[in-house]
């Protein structure tokens, strides 16, 4: 089944630690994979996808398909990263296409 | 410009009573969403819509739930009798098309509250 894993529900770290989201997913097809995030009072939105390769807000994500991962990783967390991040996968099924989110993780940046 | 829109921003609701959810997408994206943002359980996908085809109904999770999209623009989500385990943020969001890598633009959801 396709599933994605995101075994942290809160990650607290300190301002200029290096920060890393967890992100596990199953799918026995090619997996297209995204960040999206989650600021206090604001909608949804994409952070990265994995396609693009980017980096954003010093954001990075690198797709590891023998461990099936995907993890969120940021060499120095600044505060105004506090927020809730969700790992997604998009499937691909009878022609057509979903989103699968995970349970999500909420970074907490100590000052 | 306008993004994607969605109303009421909260509804209080009775048990056994039957609520709409409405969704107005970015105009001309032809990929419409809806989710179920629970405390604890992410999000959690309900139906998607695109284009003409049939949608994916797959993620409802009774036959209380139904959804349509009229027009291919704006979109209903009508839950029957509500019960207390239907309270929840409902949030849809649009893309401009289905490719599978494309972007989701979120709306601000729906707080719903079943008494």
């Known amino acids: 089944a396709q599933r994605v894993t995101q075994p942290e529900k809160l990650l607290s770290v300190f301002k200029g630690a290096p920060v890393e989201l967890k992100c596990n997913y199953s799918?026995?097809?090619?997996?297209?994979l995204f960040w999206y995030v989650q600021y206090s009072r604001q909608r949804l939105q994409l952070l990265l996808r994995h396609i693009s390769r980017e980096s954003i807000k010093g954001f990075t994500a690198d797709l590891n398909k023998g461990e099936t991962s995907f993890h969120l990783k940021k060499p120095f967390a600044q505060e105004e990263d506090s927020a809730m991040y969700y790992c997604a996968l998009s499937v691909h099924t009878s022609g057509t296409y979903k989103y699968i989110f995970g349970t999500g993780t909420r970074l907490k940046v100590l000052a | 410009g306008a993004g994607v829109s969605q109303s009421p921003s909260n509804k209080v609701t009775e048990k056994g009573k039957d609520v709409e959810l409405r969704c107005d997408p970015i105009s001309g994206h032809t990929a419409l969403y809806w989710y179920r943002q629970s405390l604890g359980q992410g999000l959690e996908f309900l139906i998607y819509?695109?284009?003409?085809?049939?949608?994916?109904k797959s993620g409802l999770p009774s036959d209380r739930f139904s959804a349509e999209r009229t027009g291919g623009s704006v979109s209903t989500l009508t839950i029957q009798r509500t019960q207390q385990e239907d309270s929840a943020v409902y949030l849809c969001?649009?893309?401009?098309?289905?490719?599978?890598?494309?972007?989701?633009?979120f709306g601000p959801g729906t707080r719903l509250t079943v008494t």
């Open positions: 799918y026995s097809g090619s997996p297209e």
């Open positions: 819509f695109q284009g003409n085809s049939a949608p994916d």
């Open positions: 969001a649009s893309s401009f098309r289905d490719t599978g890598a494309g972007e989701q633009y």
